[in-house]
């Protein structure tokens, strides 16, 4: 947003942070640099179908939610009866 300020400036114009100017500007700005990440990405060999190289799947046994539920429950109830005193 600052080169995008400072350019304009440079132009003249003063771009305020509500001026509609400002973010389809840097809206353009962040499809291109999207496009050349993309790039990027493939000729370095990253695939959108490959396997993921580094994701590890982590399950939450079944007596931790109940665990959190008593706790969120026990909350609320505290909460409650607190007001009610």
């Known amino acids: 947003m600052k080169k ?5 400036m440079m132009r003249g114009m003063i771009l305020h942070f509500w ?9 353009l700005t962040s499809l291109r640099w999207s496009e050349s990440l993309a790039k990027g990405m493939e000729s370095h060999a ?26 969120l429950a026990g909350l609320q109830f505290f909460i409650f009866w607190s007001k009610n005193i």
């Open 4 to 8: 995008i300020k400072s350019a304009a």
């Open 19 to 27: 001026s509609p100017q400002l973010f389809f500007k840097a809206i």
């Open 46 to 71: 990253f695939s959108e179908q490959a396997e993921r190289s580094h994701f590890k799947s982590y399950s939450i046994p079944l007596w931790n939610w109940i665990a959190v539920f008593l706790w």
